[in-house]
């Protein structure tokens, strides 16, 4: 393991954090949104 690799898997490590919470972020805001509705009801 040279150290430009190791930067490149954070870099990667990094971004796949990223993109799970952006996907965990936008199932709750769907998730509240629909719960919202069926509270107006």
């Keep these: ?3 430009i ?3 490149q ?3 990667k490590f990094n971004k796949n954090i990223l ?3 952006w996907v965990i972020n936008t ?3 769907i998730f ?3 719960n919202a509705r069926t ?3």
């Design 1 to 3: 393991m040279t150290l």
């Design 32 to 34: 509240v949104s629909l």
């Design 9 to 11: 898997l954070k870099e």
């Design 19 to 21: 993109s799970v919470k």
């Design 5 to 7: 690799d190791k930067r």
């Design 27 to 29: 199932i709750l805001i």
């Design 39 to 41: 509270f107006m009801k």
